[in-house]
């Protein structure tokens, strides 16, 4: 290995370690730090966050990957996709002066605060300044590069390498009639059966089912683990420490389950990195549609299908057999999978899911170019929920403030939550061609072969190809909603009999 690279691999180790260690007080901010702390806290992660700016955007990282571009050209090469992936985060970053990546730090730090006490009473007034200074360090932001198709395009391309606003509306535009009219031919089809989810569940009982769940996936708790945080996320330290949080709450128990499966699809994927990309820009996965096509795959593919429900159904009801009484795996199955046009994103079903995600683009795309100012924003929520799915939050809590991206500062990261679920249905379809018994297996509660197809066709590979080209290597096609189409269509007229 030439002493340059050597060099490189050096100076982002120990980024990499920095970013880590600013990942675990995050980590500790939303799952046990006192409201107290969160001054230093913000003072802690923008100290942090500058220092990894500066050693980034130095002169001596870029003149390295200035001459290691030329000498490992080949990014199908570990070597050669490492100084690819970097380079373009170098010229990135470099047009953000650290002073701004402070200044965004101690602002997240503050809102997250105040977006945690405006959602407990409910009240958007408590939270708005905060969005307000977020989306002007948003446009900010924007504004340090050069000009795109659109402004939004600089925020995606965060999240999403390479993905367009224009390419996203495109998607988005084909698959709204076709979930539209399904939603449609549900809603006079005949009724199934739910009341079971919405009786009394013990928490703790209901904590420790959804830990055996998700061990029986493969997420490996000696390398993880699971705690109580107000919004499930999974955050990642090193490919040997790797968590997820949870909540429960008594309205709607059983998610508790759901939402562990899908953090823990997050966090099987980076568990699954190739070991030899720890503490290089490779240790990630790839982008943020392709990881939460890993949550969505366990959390609906499998976990809301009917053999898994045949798999692991009985174990639950001898677990809550008051609560399940006159319940069967069958019409467990229909009622998880009820189709209501609800108020709750992360509660809602698969065939509405997409619509709460069309809502959130436009009006990021709003607060972007300034159509939509964030005093008007629980009006404009509330006015688009009787559009997209025709019922109005009662109050702010269950509509402008249940998601937490908006005080972190995530902007344009929403849409790929329904990129997500169009690329796990593709992997679905790939995978059933490759594993012919998948359904007979995960009826028995067996998921190696499972983890195994995903652990080689996407896990090991972290960030080494970008999400189209490995999307397209696993399945044969780039991101496509059609495969996502089939399934809905599929599903849902063998539950309504459509
Ligand atoms: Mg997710």
Known sequence: MSEKLNQLKQILGEISDLNHAASVLGWDEQVNMPPGGSEARGQQLATLGKIVQEKFTSNEVGMLLEDLKKEYSDPQTDDGAMIRVASRDYEKAKLVPPSFVAEQAIVASKAFEAW????????????????????????????????ADHPYDILLDDFEPGM?????????????????????????????????????????????????????????????RQDKAPHPF???FSVNDVR????????????????????????????????????????????????????????????????????????????????????????FYKGINKVEPSLIRVNADEATYNLHIMLRLEIEIGLVDGSIVVKDLPEIWNAKMKDYLGIVPPNDAKGVLQDVHWSGGMIGYFSTYALGNIVSAQL???????????????????????????REKIHVHGHKYDPQDLVQKATGSRIDSAAYVRYLTKKYSGIYGL
């Open 244 to 331: 997820i949080t949870n909540r429960f709450e008594e309205a709607s128990p059983i998610a508790t389950i759901f939402s562990a499966m899908h953090e823990s699809g997050h966090a099987m994927y980076e568990q699954g990195i190739n070991p030899a990309y720890e503490r290089t820009p490779l240790a990630n996965g790839t982008s943020l549609a392709v990881h939460e096509s890993q949550s969505r795959m366990w959390e609906n593919l499998v976990g809301r299908s009917l053999p898994f429900c045949e798999h692991f159904f009985p174990e639950l009801k001898k677990a809550f057999p008051s609560q399940l009484d006159g319940v069967t795996a069958k019409s």
């Open 116 to 147: 945690v006490e405006a959602k407990s009473k409910s009240d958007f007034s408590i939270f708005k300044p905060h969005l307000e200074k977020v989306v002007e360090l948003v446009k900010k932001y924007i504004s340090f590069f050069p000009s």
């Open 428 to 454: 679905w379809e790939a995978i059933n061609k490759d594993i012919h018994d998948l359904e007979e297996q995960i009826r028995k509660g067996e998921f190696d072969q499972l983890l195994g197809w995903l």
């Open 234 to 236: 999974e955050t990642s």
């Open 164 to 224: 367009k606003t224009a390419e996203v509306r495109e998607i988005f535009g084909n698959l709204r009639p076709k979930q539209v009219e399904l939603i449609k031919a549900i809603a006079s089809a005949k009724q199934v059966k739910a009341d079971f989810l919405h009786k009394k569940y013990n928490e703790k009982k209901m904590w420790d089912f959804s830990e055996k769940i998700i061990s029986k996936f493969g997420y490996d708790f000696s390398r993880g």
